[in-house]
C-alpha cells in the first residue's frame, strides 16, 4: 500500500513541462475530500463531509473544525485573511468563519433571501459580496451577504440541457462555465461583457491573464488568454496521472488525485 502510494505521489510530480512546476508539498488526506481549496496566505483548506482542516503550506500550522450545525460542506470560499464562506447546499446555508475556523455570527438561511435551490456561491474581491446562482429561477444574483439584500439580478441564464458547471470571479468579473464548454463573462453589475468557447472544459481556474481548462478525459490542463484578442497562450501542461480537480492561487498550484493533493509553485 505504501509502495502504491508513493508511486502515485512520484506520477503526480511527472510532467511534461517539468521546468514550469516545483512540487512544494504533498498533502495525503485520511477521509473522502469533498471540495478543497487555497487562500490568499497560502494555506490549504480540505473539507470532508461537515469537516474543515486548515494547513499552512509548506509549513506545520493546522486546524481543525467540525460544523454539524451546517450539514455537509459543498464549497468553501475565502474572501480575505480573516472571512471564509462555507456553503451546504442540502442546508441552503452560509457560515462565515474566521482564520481560525471559528465561526462567526448565525448562519445565514438562503431562503431568507428568496431563494429556493442556491447550487452555487462564489466569493467576490468585494468583502461583503457573493455570487449566488438559484437554480429554482435560473438566476445569477449579487448578494450583499451582510444587509441580507440582492443588488443585482438576471434570469434565465441556463438553457434546456445546459447546465452551469462551475462559476468564479477575477478581476472584477464573474465568469460561468456551462456544460456545453461555452463560458460568459459578466461585470460587477452582472451586465454581459463576453463568452468563450472551451469545447470540453469541465473545470477552469485563472493563471497570469490565463483561463486555465481541464477538459473531461484528460490529464491536461490548458490556457486560454482572458483577453480574447490576445494571439499568444501558453503550452498544453501535460500531467502523468488522472486529474480530479485543480485549483491555482497565484503562483501555486494544487492538482487533486483522489485523497492526494499535489502542490507546485508556477515558474
Known sequence: MKFRLLFVIWSMCTLVYAQQLTLVETFVSSTPIDTWTIDGQNNLLVVSENNIQKKAINGERRFNQTFKSLGNIQSISPINSM???????????????????????????LSDLGFSNVVFICASNRPNLIWVFDQFRSSLNLVDFQKSQILQS??????????????????????VLFSDGM???????????????????????F????IVCLDANTTALRFVPVNMRASQRN??????SPITSFNIQGNLLGIQNGSIISLFMIK
Not at 154 to 175: A, C, F, P, R
Not at 185 to 200: M, P, W
Request: charged fraction near 20%; hydrophobic fraction near 35%.
Open 207 to 210: 493563471w497570469n491573464q490565463q
Open 235 to 240: 503550452p498544453d501542461l501535460q500531467i502523468e
Open 154 to 175: 438576471i434570469q434565465n441564464v441556463e438553457t434546456t440541457g445546459n447546465s452551469i458547471l462551475e462559476m468564479k470571479e477575477y478581476q472584477d468579473h464573474l465568469y
Open 183 to 205: 463560458m460568459n463573462r459578466y461585470d460587477f453589475l452582472l451586465n454581459f461583457s463576453g463568452t468563450y468557447a472551451l469545447e470540453n472544459c469541465q473545470q477552469f481556474g
Open 83 to 109: 472571512k471564509i464562506l462555507l456553503f451546504s447546499d442540502v442546508q441552503q446555508s452560509l457560515a462565515i468563519v474566521d482564520n481560525t475556523l471559528s465561526q462567526q455570527g448565525d448562519i445565514i438561511d
